[in-house]
């Protein structure tokens, strides 16, 4: 565990000071990595490597897949810590965080253009709603950015935590 700890933070201070970020469009280079690879790479992503850490499904979402991540921003998690009462990650357990990280994979690659307005089980095994009519809407969350392919999937970059009933 401290290995993969030790490998994320190496990973995320290399994309630190190469300077990519949320705006950076998808590229090749990006199918070659798997969706963790992709969100270790990110800053914007640095609240969900973390709790993907802790909850210990780093391994899993490296896997072969597919795999379609629904990726809330540092924003999104700062809101629901607000929401919560909490400082951070390290005031949720990885029983807590897992749930909620599994509400957030679908199985299969969906990219943007096979969405429709339907309700899709996630990996915890609980629905999450797909509304098309103003924009696209993950249940209370905004789709900011779509169709950042991997290897093993795709991640669409969403504005809220999806919290499961």
Do not use: C, W
């Amino acid at each position: 565990m401290k290995t993969m700890k030790t490998f994320f933070a190496l990973m995320l201070a290399v994309v630190l000071v190469s300077g990519l970020s949320l705006n950076t469009s998808a590229t090749n280079d990006s199918e070659s990595s798997t969706v963790v690879e992709i969100a270790v790479s990110n800053p914007e992503f640095s609240t969900l490597v973390e709790a993907v850490t802790k909850a210990d499904l780093a391994g899993a979402l490296s896997a072969d897949g597919p795999f379609t991540v629904f990726a809330p921003t540092n924003d999104a998690f700062n809101s629901l810590f607000k929401q919560l009462g909490v400082k951070g990650i390290d005031d949720l357990s990885a029983e807590q965080l897992t749930p909620i990280l599994t509400y957030h994979v679908v199985s299969g690659e969906v990219m943007s253009s096979d969405l429709s307005n339907a309700s899709v089980a996630t990996l915890n095994g609980k629905k999450i709603k797909v509304d098309l009519s103003d924009g696209v809407h993950i249940n209370e969350s905004q789709v900011i950015k779509a169709d950042i392919k991997g290897r093993n999937g795709v991640i669409h970059v969403i504005d809220k935590v999806l919290i499961p009933e």
